[in-house]
């Protein structure tokens, strides 16, 4: 029993770095710009996942883009996330963004397209 607890454990944590992984690689601008992100929540058997932008990005404009795009992008490139809740904090929820799942429409789900 011990070994399997381990395995989950390890299968989380290489998840949550391929995670980290995707938004480095596809939004490296986020850093650029004195924003950050953080992952607070990952349930794998749930196949969802929590980001929280922080930093700059709490105040930017084009946040509800990055995360539109976080939430597109996400369930395409990495198979075991099915749900993404992104938020900036700024107002105390997810900004009125609803979780992404695959299979939607994908032209009226991606909405405006970041200038990145």
């Given at each position: 029993m011990v070994s399997m607890s381990t395995e989950v454990t390890?299968?989380?944590?290489?998840?949550?770095?391929r995670i980290v992984m995707f938004l480095?690689?596809?939004?490296?601008?986020?850093?650029m710009h004195g924003g950050s992100a953080a992952i607070t929540h990952l349930d794998r058997d749930a196949g969802e996942?929590?980001?929280q932008l922080g930093g700059a990005c709490s105040g930017c404009?084009?946040?509800p883009m990055t995360i539109q795009a976080i939430k597109t992008r996400m369930v395409q490139e990495i198979p075991e996330i099915e749900m993404v809740y992104a938020d900036t904090g700024m107002d105390g929820?997810?900004?009125g963004m609803s979780p992404s799942f695959p299979?939607?429409?994908?032209?009226?789900?991606e909405g405006p397209q970041a200038p990145f």
């Open positions: 390890q299968g989380d944590d290489d998840l949550k770095e480095r690689r596809n939004f490296p601008q986020i850093q996942v929590t980001v404009g084009i946040s929820g997810f900004g299979g939607e429409t994908v032209e009226d789900d």
